[in-house]
């Protein structure tokens, strides 16, 4: 029972210390296998205003993955809000089978979920590496600080560079367990670069050690192509 105690109150402590940081906002993230994840985001974007708009989004778009998936077609629709009160709102107007034929005939559904950022960025979509990991409790905190950190000093040495960190939210046992990390780069080429100087003993490649160290695990990484296909009037 004592051990019990300790590790629900170093959660409630982490935690604290997090929700009293955490920028606002919210996401929702739809995952599809697409059958033809260009042609998707097309149709999409061509009906953009009567996809998005009844969900009051401040922002939407795709992401698709470019590099280690999960399997064929792996792509998934984001939305942003600016309240998970408005993002929960959104989930009970949208229903994803009440689409265009045309549109439920491109992908397959296979799950959704709701993020609570805990670390700001800037909502500026391109190519990210995306790692799911898993953070204990009492080094939350700091690993969030050791985001700061390393966002700041990528930018430093002359890079367009931004770090999201978020916390699903009914995910299921998808996302369960995990936090969603998103180093966003402009372009391929960019990632490659900062791949380069790593290896090479960049400044800020100690940082990013610094960083990784305070993790538990690595679940998953990709990288993704990500787009902003609508933005509310």
Not at 187 to 215: I, P
């Amino acid at each position: 029972m004592k051990k019990i105690l300790i590790l629900i109150t170093s959660l409630a402590i982490s935690f604290g210390a997090i929700a009293q940081q955490a920028p606002e906002g919210s996401f929702t993230s739809f995952h599809v296998k697409a059958k033809n994840p260009n042609e998707y985001t097309e149709f999409l974007r061509a009906n953009a205003e009567q996809i998005f708009a009844g969900q009051n989004p401040s922002a939407a778009g795709v992401c698709i993955t470019a590099s280690g998936n999960n399997y064929p077609g792996e792509m998934f629709v984001w939305s942003a809000y600016p309240t998970v009160e408005a993002a929960f709102a959104a989930s009970e107007v949208y229903d994803p089978y009440a689409v265009p034929k045309r549109l439920e005939s491109m992908r397959d559904i296979v799950y959704s979920s709701t993020w609570k950022p805990i670390k700001g960025f800037k909502l500026d979509p391109g190519y990210e590496r995306v790692t799911r990991v898993k953070v204990s409790p009492e080094n939350l905190a700091a690993y969030v600080q050791a985001g700061v950190e390393l966002e700041s000093a990528i930018q430093d040495a002359g890079h367009d560079f931004n770090l999201g960190i978020m916390t699903p939210l009914g995910g299921g046992v998808y996302e369960t367990g995990t936090y969603l990390v998103r180093g966003i780069s402009r372009n391929g080429s960019e990632v490659g670069k900062l791949v380069d100087e790593y290896f090479a003993g960049a400044e800020w490649g100690r940082v990013y050690d610094a960083f990784v160290a305070l993790s538990d695990e690595i679940v998953n990484d990709t990288y993704e192509r990500c787009e902003q296909i609508y933005t509310a009037e």
